[in-house]
Structures are given as structure tokens and as C-alpha cells.
Antibody, heavy 118, light 109 residues
Framework: QLQLQESGPGLVKPSETLSLTCTVS??????????WGWIRQPPGKGLKWIGS???????YYNPSLKSRVTISVDTSKNQFSLKLRSVTAADTAVYYC??????????WGHGTLVTVSS | EIVMTQSPATLSVSPGERATLSCRAS??????LAWYQQKPGQAPRLLIY???TRATDIPARFSGSGSGTEFTLTISSLQSEDFAVYYC???????????FGQGTKLEIK
């Protein structure tokens, strides 16, 4: 059974780069024909798709975040990562890593809260 | 960007009764619609995909219907564990741009 687990700093200073890693277990990140992605949820608010990376290496990002986001895969560690540059308080959220079919997302990681504050 | 609008924002229903949640898309998404359930402090869980197909291990009391721009999630007989926030999500564009509704909170009446 595929399982995902996010890791990374829980506190990031404004203007710095948010970096998170998702470790995949129960399956190989390089053997999937689907994709890996990130979704975030500000406290008490709704869900927003950040971006995805396909097994081919192609990446797709939400246009509203595209200029600041990079998603990459490390097949040797069975991990994928998120980098969000120039963060502000508006980037404070729970960040989820997800596995996607192309239409839906399942499973999700447990989520990790990242607070942007000095 | 396709905007997803869920209604109502909050729905109060008694255990054992039926709950009907709505989701509307700003333009047609065909049947590319999924529903998720989120409980406090937990990640969302996939309930329905393809507008009407239950995900693995989802009880039969959950059903989805609709296509195009109008969708419905029905919970036929509410159990205590069903009280949560429900989100709809669409995919119908290339390059991919997934959007979610703002959520419906299902609370105990």
C-alpha cells in the first residue's frame, strides 16, 4: 500500500525558500505511470493545488504560483520535493504531498504545517 | 480557471438522515469530478472519482452523481463518523489545473 510522508522545517522566514520532501513507501517512485504532487491548505481554509511532476519528468504548476515553485524527484531516495521561493505570510499552510491519477488524488500524506514568520 | 462552487457552506443533518451536497462548475468538466472527506486534523480522503465511482473501501451509503457543471454527493444514512468537511475537485483542462470547491461542512443537527 502506497504511503507518503512529508518532512521539512515548520518555520520559514519571509523572503526565504520553503523546502519540503515527501518520502514514498510501499512503491517505487520511478515505476509509477501517474504523478506526484503538492497541495496546500491555509489554516481554516480550502485546498489549493500547487503542482505535479509526472513519471516522465514533466512538471506542471498552478499559474498563480508558477514563478516561485519547483517540484523535483530523487529516484535514488524514493522522494520528491517542493521548493517555494520568496515566501510571505500568505504561504503559511499545511502542505500535503499526494499521488495522482491524472484526475484525482489518492493517497495523501498526513500533511505538515509550515508557518512563515520572522 | 474553472471555479467550483459548493453549497450549502454548512449543512446540519441528524444521524440516520440523508445528506445532499452540491457542487457546481463554472464550465463543463464532463465527469472529471472527485469528492473528498476531511476530518479535523486529518488529510482529505478520496470518496468518489469520475463523478460517481466510489473509491476503494468507501461505504455504499456514499454516492455521487452528475456531469457537466452540476454534481451531487449523497450520504444516504448519516453515521457519526460522516460529520466532516467535504470538498469537490475538478480536472478538465490541459495543461493540468486542478481546482477545489470551498467545502461544505456537514454538522450534527
Amino acid at each position: 500500500q502506497l504511503q507518503l510522508q512529508e518532512s521539512g522545517p515548520g518555520l520559514v522566514k519571509p523572503s526565504e525558500t520553503l523546502s519540503l520532501t515527501c518520502t514514498v513507501s510501499g512503491g517505487s517512485i520511478s515505476s509509477s505511470s501517474y504523478y506526484w504532487g503538492w497541495i496546500r491548505q491555509p489554516p481554516g481554509k480550502g485546498l489549493k493545488w500547487i503542482g505535479s511532476i509526472y513519471y516522465s519528468g514533466s512538471t506542471y504548476y498552478n499559474p498563480s504560483l508558477k514563478s516561485r515553485v519547483t517540484i523535483s524527484v530523487d529516484t535514488s531516495k524514493n522522494q520528491f520535493s517542493l521548493k517555494l521561493r520568496s515566501v510571505t505570510a500568505a504561504d503559511t499552510a499545511v502542505y500535503y504531498c499526494v499521488y495522482g491519477s491524472g484526475i484525482w488524488f489518492d493517497p495523501w500524506g498526513h500533511g505538515t504545517l509550515v508557518t512563515v514568520s520572522s | 480557471e474553472i471555479v467550483m462552487t459548493q453549497s450549502p457552506a454548512t449543512l446540519s443533518v441528524s444521524p440516520g438522515e440523508r445528506a445532499t451536497l452540491s457542487c457546481r462548475a463554472s464550465q463543463s468538466v464532463s465527469s472529471n469530478l472527485a469528492w473528498y472527506q476531511q476530518k479535523p486534523g486529518q488529510a482529505p480522503r478520496l470518496l468518489i472519482y469520475g463523478a460517481s465511482t466510489r473509491a476503494t473501501d468507501i461505504p455504499a451509503r456514499f454516492s455521487g452523481s452528475g456531469s457537466g457543471t452540476e454534481f451531487t454527493l449523497t450520504i444516504s444514512s448519516l453515521q457519526s463518523e460522516d460529520f466532516a468537511v467535504y470538498y469537490c475537485q475538478q480536472y478538465n483542462s490541459w495543461p493540468p489545473l486542478y481546482t477545489f470547491g470551498q467545502g461544505t461542512k456537514l454538522e450534527i443537527k
